[in-house]
């Protein structure tokens, strides 16, 4: 992808920051093609892009006002067993808890089908340890809330969206409590609030160290029961299918493959929430499981939807670090097991192999320091010492106190010999969470119509440069719930043409090549996968250089090449899938955004630190936006599997 900074004349309208009474004025331009004008005039944080912009091309092929097919269960029941285009009102790729939630809400109004790549439960919610941020305490407010989220992400937060997320939590924690979901109390009967880094309050609800399993537990429940809500399982979705109007692409549906089958299933529906999740999987550690290989936000560039912040690449300070148990794992695991942020808000000491304790010499607020600051530290002792990991001690709490609050870590650690309740753990830094993603309004709208985001996927303007810690988890409740509304407006204002299913070319199975063919493409791809992770962890972690991110852009754009070259020589084509291939295409396409956007922010600001430009600079507090290239030039992984089809006028 062809990276260039475009001129900083357009009028784009930001939320205030509060940042010297300043806010954000105009975004870095990263662009491989030129862009509309009226696209940079009119896209702002909070809305997404201007009336006029959404006005344009809704008469269209297949979408038609004031009309509205509705499937029937029946009808739709009847389909299921084989690989039919399917037809819903709504539907949502990704089963974590901005998906699952939104379902719930829009399946009022219409059929959902929910898309999800492995079990439903396999999503970044089932691992999230800490909890939900949200002012439920007295002593707390929502202008505190907000100014810890702002100062934590380096000042680069829009503010209307933190407002919005902070005033907005504490309801949607109680309707998670309504459903079901069961969150710890304390001895006088109310929630028991933990405090994490960052946070000046204690305002974490949390279920023990298993908050994100107890929320997927009591949302699948609820889902279950809901009779309008079709669950998909182990369906890989590969593209967006788009129709071009004009400057408007609109978005018909999804095309999928079911990994169990191997069938490729069509999804037509009138509106699509991409709810997939992050990328952590660029990086060869990270904590998030294997799922996270960036599908959706490759998908929606592929798509023509704005990408913005890819930078900010959050990691997690403290993972668990197997080579430094009693007893290592006998495999080496497929994601790595979070320490919870919770053991330091709750007393946690960092040391060094020397058993120094080192925080201090780098913050004020020591152990309690935002996760940027603390995984840049833990780097630095890593380097500084050459050692492989430090040491995370809260053995000096009362045993009873931290088996209570931790009892999925101490049971881990014991499973490995460590008793933590005696002894220190070793604990690395692992990729954990992207702040960047798919741009996205207020109420989760994006640039391409039909097309809304919420979750990890989503780049709200909530989390800057750097997330508050717990803010995750409350930012996917928000605008799943925000994007309700304008879903069904749209649903109930739209009309899916039963011919949709036929414009565009489906993919197809790479079955003609033979399984000895197959074998090779899938051990190769495994290899390049490796290949690309260990670039990334070079190259683009912690601490970054100009030098070494031009390094990563050169390396990851030969090695693209060289694999691509041997998938085709390999007989394979443009239009074919599979699970091993199609996740190293989106990892090639998100790695790309990473290291474009890293190399267009010259100052280092949350979490993107780079040597080079190691001071915060004012006048470069903006947003980073890469806006999509051509639909049909470039590699495959930034090339959708069909030509975008242009509506006639």
């Given at each position: 992808m062809m990276t260039s900074i475009a001129p900083g004349n357009s009028?784009?309208?930001?939320?205030?920051?509060?940042?010297r009474g300043q806010g954000c004025k105009q975004p870095y331009w990263v662009s491989s093609v030129a862009v509309p004008r009226?696209?940079?005039?009119?896209?702002?944080?909070?809305?997404?892009?201007?009336?006029?912009?959404?006005?344009?091309?809704?008469?269209?092929?297949?979408?038609?006002?004031?009309?509205?097919?509705?499937?029937?269960?029946?009808?739709?029941?009847?389909s299921l067993r084989d690989g039919s285009a399917k037809y819903f009102d709504f539907a949502v790729i990704g089963s974590g808890v901005a998906g699952l939630r939104y379902a719930l809400e829009v399946a009022r109004h219409g059929t959902v089908a929910v898309i999800t790549k492995a079990e439903p439960h396999e999503s970044n919610t089932n691992y999230a340890q800490g909890g939900v941020s949200a002012v439920l305490c007295p002593s707390d407010s929502v202008e505190s809330h907000m100014h810890d989220t702002i100062v934590a992400g380096a000042y680069l937060c829009d503010e209307e969206t933190v407002k919005v997320v902070c005033t907005e939590g504490p309801d949607r924690v109680?309707?998670?409590?309504?459903?079901?979901?069961?969150?710890?109390?304390?001895?006088?009967?109310?929630?028991?609030?933990?405090?994490?880094?960052?946070?000046?309050?204690?305002?974490?609800?949390?279920?023990?160290?298993?908050?994100?399993?107890e929320i997927e537990r009591?949302?699948?429940?609820?889902?279950?029961?809901?009779?309008?809500?079709f669950m998909f399982e182990h369906h890989f979705a590969v593209d967006l299918l788009t129709s071009q109007d004009g400057s408007d692409t609109i978005c018909y549906g999804v095309d999928t493959f079911n990994t169990a089958t191997q069938e490729v299933v069509r999804f037509i529906s009138t509106v699509i929430l991409l709810a997939s999740g992050g990328a952590g999987h660029i990086y060869p550690t990270t904590t998030n499981p294997p799922v996270a290989t960036?599908?959706?936000?490759?998908?929606?560039?592929?798509?023509?939807?704005?990408?913005?912040?890819?930078?900010?690449?959050?990691?997690?300070?403290?993972?668990?670090?197997?080579?430094?148990?009693?007893?290592?794992?006998?495999?080496?695991?497929?994601?790595?097991?979070?320490?919870?942020?919770?053991?330091?808000?709750?007393?946690?000491?960092?040391?060094?192999?020397?058993?120094?304790?080192?925080?201090?010499?780098?913050?004020?607020r020591a152990e309690l320091a935002p996760r940027d600051v603390v995984a840049r530290s833990i780097d630095d002792q890593l380097k500084k010492r050459i050692d492989r990991y430090v040491l995370l001690d809260i053995s000096h709490k009362p045993r009873q106190k931290v088996l209570a609050h931790f009892p999925n870590i101490a049971a881990e650690c014991l499973r490995h010999g460590l008793d933590m309740t005696k002894q220190p753990i070793p604990v690395v830094p692992a990729a954990h969470y992207m702040c960047g993603g798919v741009r996205a309004g207020l109420q989760g709208e994006t640039n391409v119509r039909g097309l809304y985001v919420a979750g990890e996927v989503a780049c709200t303007g909530l989390h800057g440069a750097n997330r508050l810690a717990s803010n995750s988890l409350l930012e996917a409740l928000v605008f799943a719930r925000r994007a309700v509304q304008p879903s069904v407006d749209h649903m109930k204002s739209s009309h899916i043409d039963h011919s949709a299913s036929d414009a565009w070319p489906k993919p197809v199975m790479p079955i003609s090549l033979g399984s000895a063919v197959l074998n090779n493409i899938i051990c190769r791809t495994r290899e390049v996968r490796k290949e690309l992770q260990s670039i990334m962890w070079k190259y683009v972690g912690i601490v970054r250089s100009t030098t070494r991110l031009k390094t990563a852009e050169k390396k990851i754009g030969e090695l693209e090449l060289e694999w691509e070259s041997f998938l085709f020589q390999n007989g394979w084509e443009p239009t074919m899938v599979g699970l091993e291939a199609c996740e190293m295409r989106n990892l090639f396409c998100c790695a790309k955004l990473v290291v474009s956007s890293a190399l267009a922010r010259q100052e280092s600001r949350g979490l993107h630190y780079t040597v080079d430009f190691p001071f915060v600079v004012e006048s470069k507090r903006l947003p980073t936006v890469i806006f999509p290239g051509s639909p049909v030039n470039g590699t495959w992984s930034s090339r959708q599997l069909h030509r975008p089809q242009v509506c006639s006028t």
């Open positions: 009028k784009l309208h930001f939320g205030q920051t509060f940042y009226c696209m940079k005039k009119d896209l702002s944080w909070s809305y997404g892009v201007s009336k006029a912009f959404w006005i344009n091309g809704l008469q269209n092929l297949h979408l038609h006002t004031n009309q509205k097919w509705k499937p029937r269960r029946t009808s739709i029941s009847s109680r309707e998670l409590i309504a459903m079901g979901a069961s969150f710890d109390h304390g001895e006088d009967g109310n929630l028991h609030l933990a405090r994490e880094g960052g946070h000046s309050h204690h305002r974490i609800v949390h279920a023990a160290d298993m908050t994100g399993r009591a949302l699948l429940e609820a889902v279950d029961k809901d009779p309008n809500i960036g599908d959706g936000i490759a998908m929606a560039h592929r798509a023509q939807a704005v990408i913005s912040n890819m930078e900010f690449v959050q990691f997690h300070p403290t993972a668990l670090a197997d080579e430094g148990l009693p007893i290592r794992p006998t495999n080496a695991r497929e994601n790595a097991f979070l320490i919870t942020e919770a053991v330091r808000g709750d007393g946690g000491i960092l040391y060094n192999l020397g058993m120094e304790r080192f925080m201090p010499f780098y913050d004020d």
